[in-house]
């Protein structure tokens, strides 16, 4: 099974749900900005994912900024709730599949949790070769 925690507005969450929906698999399709988001559930997927809150944290096209949240004193439980009353806070998309969990930006980083890959040639949001028409990863 797939999960996708995902963005509908954003490209790389857009591109990062077509490479797995190319490559075959019917991922479970988390919209959490209208789900929202619950304590466990992101110390969950930080602690799988190798990741903090501050890491996690979106810091462009987000209130990060307006709310403080990068200033050096600011805590990871603070951003912590900000992201549970803001879900935009949190980096997207977030992907969990028997391999793993990874924060997919850039969108390639999926394929390292994909058995199988969508037919090559393949480009992300930017137009940029991902995979070639030898279904192999392009270097970048």
Same mark, same amino acid.
């Given at each position: 099974?797939?999960?996708?925690?995902?963005?509908? !507005?954003?490209?790389?969450?857009?591109? $990062? =749900?077509?490479?797995?929906?190319?490559?075959?698999? /019917?991922?479970?399709?988390?919209?959490?900005?209208?789900?929202?988001?619950?304590?466990?559930?992101?110390?969950?997927?930080?602690?799988?994912?190798?990741?903090t809150?501050?890491? %996690?944290?979106? $810091?462009?096209?987000s209130?990060?900024? /307006?709310?403080?949240? =990068? !200033?050096?004193? $600011? +805590? &990871? /439980?603070?951003? =912590? %709730?900000?992201?549970?009353q803001?879900?935009?806070?949190?980096?997207?998309?977030?992907?969990?599949?028997?391999?793993g $969990?990874?924060?997919?930006?850039? +969108? !390639? %980083?999926?394929?390292? @949790? =994909? &058995?199988?890959?969508?037919?090559?040639?393949? +480009?992300?949001? &930017?137009g !940029? @070769?991902i995979?070639?028409?030898?279904?192999?990863?392009?270097?970048?």
């Amino acid at each position: 099974m797939i999960v996708i925690h995902h963005n509908p !507005e954003c490209g790389t969450s857009r591109n $990062v =749900l077509s490479v797995i929906q190319q490559a075959g698999y /019917e991922p479970v399709i988390i919209d959490y900005q209208q789900q929202g988001w619950t304590k466990p559930q992101l110390l969950g997927l930080f602690a799988a994912a190798d990741l903090t809150p501050k890491t %996690a944290l979106r $810091v462009t096209k987000s209130p990060a900024k /307006e709310l403080g949240l =990068l !200033e050096d004193n $600011v +805590s &990871d /439980e603070q951003i =912590l %709730a900000a992201m549970l009353q803001y879900p935009i806070l949190v980096n997207r998309p977030i992907v969990c599949t028997p391999k793993g $969990v990874k924060l997919c930006r850039p +969108s !390639e %980083a999926v394929l390292d @949790l =994909l &058995d199988k890959w969508p037919k090559g040639p393949f +480009s992300k949001e &930017d137009g !940029e @070769l991902i995979i070639d028409s030898h279904n192999q990863r392009v270097s970048t």
